[in-house]
C-alpha cells in the first residue's frame, strides 16, 4: 500500500494478526502429534486452498455448519503422522491452536487507534475457537466471526456484512489480515487491504495512512 488516504476504520483479523502467528502453533503441534506436515498441507490444500469446490470440511465449520467433533473426526481421518501412530481425534483442532497467545502489540495498537478516532472492528473465520470476548467485545465494534454469521472470508458478503456494521463505504475502511486470500478478497470489494507480517510492520505501515499514530510503539 502507497499514498495517504482518508481511513475511518480498521478491521482487524484474529488469529496471527491479534494472536502470536498460527503457523508457530501448527508446527508445536504437529511436533507434539507427530502429524506429517506435507499430510496436513494436504490436506489444506484440498478444502482451502482457491481450486477447492464450496462446501468442503473446512467451509463448513468456519461457517458454523459442521460441528467441531464432527471436524475433528474427518480431519484426523485425513491426517498422517510420521511413525505411524494413530492419531487422537478428540480436541483435534484445539490442540492445533493450543499455542496461540494474544499479540499485546496489537492490541495494543487497537486502543491507540481508538483513541486518534478510529473505529476498530474485528472479522474472523472461526475455526470453532474460544474467543476472549471479554477482551474483544469492549474494544472492537463490530465483532464479526464467521461461525456465528455463516458467512466466511475471503467471500465477499462476510466484507460487505461488517462494512454495513461499520456504516462506512470500503474506500474508508482498512482491512488487516495474515493470509494472502482475505486480503485479497477484501481488495475485490473496494476495501484497502495489508498483509500483516509482523506488529511493527503493520504499525508502521498504518502510521503511513493515519494521521497522529506513532510508526513505532513506545
Same mark, same amino acid.
Given at each position: 500500500m502507497t499514498g495517504a488516504q482518508a481511513i475511518d476504520a480498521v478491521v482487524f483479523d484474529?488469529?496471527?494478526?491479534? $494472536?502470536?502467528?498460527? %503457523? *508457530?502453533? +501448527?508446527?508445536?503441534?504437529?511436533?507434539?502429534?507427530?502429524? *506429517?506436515?506435507?499430510?496436513?498441507?494436504?490436506?489444506?490444500?484440498?478444502?482451502?486452498?482457491?481450486?477447492?469446490?464450496?462446501?468442503?470440511?473446512?467451509?463448513?465449520?468456519?461457517?458454523? $455448519?459442521?460441528?467441531?467433533?464432527?471436524? *475433528?473426526?474427518?480431519?484426523?481421518?485425513? &491426517?498422517?503422522?510420521v511413525d505411524g501412530r494413530p492419531i487422537n481425534p478428540v480436541g483435534l483442532v484445539s490442540r492445533l491452536f493450543a499455542g496461540l497467545?494474544?499479540?499485546?502489540?496489537?492490541?495494543?495498537?487497537?486502543?491507540?487507534? %481508538?483513541?486518534?478516532?478510529?473505529?476498530?472492528?474485528?472479522?474472523?473465520?472461526?475455526?470453532?475457537?474460544?474467543?476472549?470476548?471479554?477482551?474483544?467485545?469492549?474494544? !472492537?465494534?463490530?465483532?464479526?466471526?464467521?461461525?456465528?454469521?455463516?458467512?466466511?472470508?475471503?467471500?465477499?458478503?462476510? !466484507?460487505?456484512?461488517? &462494512?454495513?456494521?461499520?456504516?462506512?463505504?470500503?474506500? %474508508? +475502511?482498512? !482491512? +488487516?489480515?495474515?493470509?494472502?486470500?482475505?486480503?485479497?478478497?477484501?481488495?475485490? +470489494?473496494?476495501?484497502?487491504?495489508?498483509?500483516? $507480517?509482523?506488529?511493527? $510492520?503493520?504499525?508502521?505501515?498504518?502510521?503511513?495512512?493515519?494521521?497522529?499514530?506513532?510508526?513505532?510503539?513506545?
Amino acid at each position: 500500500m502507497t499514498g495517504a488516504q482518508a481511513i475511518d476504520a480498521v478491521v482487524f483479523d484474529y488469529g496471527g494478526v491479534l $494472536t502470536t502467528p498460527v %503457523r *508457530d502453533s +501448527v508446527a508445536a503441534w504437529q511436533a507434539a502429534d507427530g502429524i *506429517d506436515p506435507a499430510s496436513f498441507t494436504r490436506v489444506l490444500k484440498a478444502w482451502l486452498s482457491r481450486s477447492a469446490p464450496p462446501g468442503t470440511p473446512i467451509h463448513r465449520l468456519e461457517m458454523g $455448519t459442521l460441528p467441531l467433533d464432527e471436524f *475433528d473426526a474427518l480431519l484426523a481421518r485425513e &491426517l498422517s503422522t510420521v511413525d505411524g501412530r494413530p492419531i487422537n481425534p478428540v480436541g483435534l483442532v484445539s490442540r492445533l491452536f493450543a499455542g496461540l497467545r494474544p499479540e499485546p502489540a496489537m492490541y495494543a495498537l487497537a486502543e491507540e487507534l %481508538r483513541s486518534l478516532g478510529i473505529a476498530v472492528a474485528l472479522l474472523s473465520n472461526s475455526w470453532g475457537n474460544d474467543y476472549p470476548r471479554d477482551r474483544i467485545d469492549p474494544l !472492537f465494534d463490530p465483532v464479526v466471526i464467521s461461525g456465528e454469521v455463516g458467512l466466511r472470508k475471503p467471500w465477499a458478503p462476510i !466484507f460487505e456484512l461488517t &462494512l454495513s456494521r461499520l456504516g462506512l463505504p470500503p474506500h %474508508r +475502511v482498512l !482491512f +488487516v489480515d495474515d493470509a494472502m486470500a482475505n486480503v485479497e478478497g477484501a481488495r475485490v +470489494v473496494g476495501l484497502p487491504a495489508l498483509l500483516h $507480517t509482523d506488529p511493527a $510492520t503493520t504499525r508502521a505501515e498504518l502510521a503511513r495512512l493515519i494521521p497522529g499514530l506513532r510508526p513505532t510503539a513506545e
